[in-house]
């Protein structure tokens, strides 16, 4: 992170920020962010690109490891953040049904 008022250093960056990766740490971080996952959340996501897709896959394991919820998807690549969001949606409602004691 940097300053919003540095904006050599902003533009510096925009000249090595590889466009697609971003998307698909975007896509990652958002699925992350929607369960509020931290260091004891069992949760994975993945993001690729290939031409104009990105797919995410994304997983969620319960505390002890027995049950798992997996998802996989795919979106235009303009759509990254917003899959990531929704992915991430999916998993937290899926995971209040499957995870109830």
């Known amino acids: 992170k940097c300053s919003n008022q540095d904006q050599d250093l902003i533009q510096s ?3 090595v920020n590889h466009q697609s990766t971003h998307k698909a740490i975007k896509a990652e971080r958002n699925v992350l962010k929607v369960l509020e996952a931290d260091c004891e959340t069992a949760v994975g996501a993945f993001a690729n690109i290939e031409g104009n897709k990105i797919n995410l896959e994304v997983e969620l394991f319960s505390l002890d490891g027995s049950k798992r919820i997996h998802l996989k998807s795919s979106e235009s690549i303009d759509k990254a953040e917003e899959l990531g969001i929704e992915m991430g ?8 049904n499957t995870y109830k004691k």
């Open 89 to 96: 949606k999916t998993l937290k409602k899926m995971s209040n």
């Open 13 to 15: 960056l925009k000249k």
